[in-house]
């Protein structure tokens, strides 16, 4: 039961890997009608609605008043500040590029795990996460030259932040999986987002005639697909697996990334970058051979955790 469990977990965060390495292109093509916090504002719109009828229509409970600490600061992180920054950032640099920078998360996370946390983690994930980190070094040094000018150079280091923001996000949301449904977690950490988001939306107006053809497709697979499906799909392979694996998982967003960009946006792809994705996939591979499923949070781990 246990091999099945971390296989649907395992599938899970592959699906959602696969979701959000294409956003990049999706939101890339709305960047030329809409202004970035304006995709983010209508994508959680979305999501928020599809998650309202499943929490609905499943009856998941809400979750109590004492954690809600944690769900403010899990949607303003992983929602309200990650679109901010990504979003803004893939003004100034390709799709490609930026689902490449997403790569660096699972680093950020071992560190921030070692440093505030001291945890330990065995050599061989160690092992995964440098190779797969080396496989996206050779991904970005085979790109475009324009990658390294300082017009990218900003948008890189926005979406840099994304990557801060987003192990953040999954670090304030291990202790709530092991208390919640992450469908119940999900749709009120949107509902924030969505709060902070259209506080900055709102005002700058809204033209409708927008709002067609690849707009509204776009639109829906970002908001339906990449948030809400996706999310879901995040937070039960994070509760299964543990931050450590999932994020090293996310190294497979660039792969999936770099291929929408060239095939859908022609963005430049070569022989350097097909190698450093077969890297990247090597890497995942021994991370989650190696990695155990999340244990359950000890009230000793619980305070280390909220202390970070």
Known sequence: METISKLRAVLAILTTTLLWGLSYTSTKVLLDSLLPIQIAFFRMILAAFVLGAIFLVTKKSLVRLID?????????????????FENNGLRFTTAGTGSLIIATIPVINVIAGAIF???KTSFSRWLGVVLSFVGVFLIIRSGSEGALSLVN???????????????VYTRINEPLMQKYDSISINLQQSLVGLTLLGVFALPAGIELSVFRGAVLFNLA??????????YFLYL????????????????????????????????????????GGVIVIAG???????GKPAAKLTPENRVAVAKQ
Not at 68 to 84: C, D, K, S
Not at 245 to 251: A, E, K, M, R, W
């Open 68 to 84: 809600m600490p944690r769900i403010i600061a899990g949607g303003t992180f992983g929602i309200f500040l990650y679109f901010i």
């Open 117 to 119: 946390l001291r945890e």
């Open 153 to 167: 150079l900003r948008g890189n280091l926005l979406i840099f932040a994304a990557a801060c923001s987003w192990v």
């Open 221 to 230: 697979y970002l908001g339906i697909f990449c948030s809400a499906v996706a």
């Open 236 to 275: 039960y392979a994070l509760k299964t697996l543990g931050s450590a694996t999932i994020t090293s998982f996310l190294n497979l967003v660039p792969v999936f990334g770099v291929l929408g960009g060239a095939v859908i946006l022609q963005e430049s792809l070569v022989a350097g970058q097909l190698l």
């Open 284 to 290: 995942v591979s021994l991370v989650s051979m190696t």
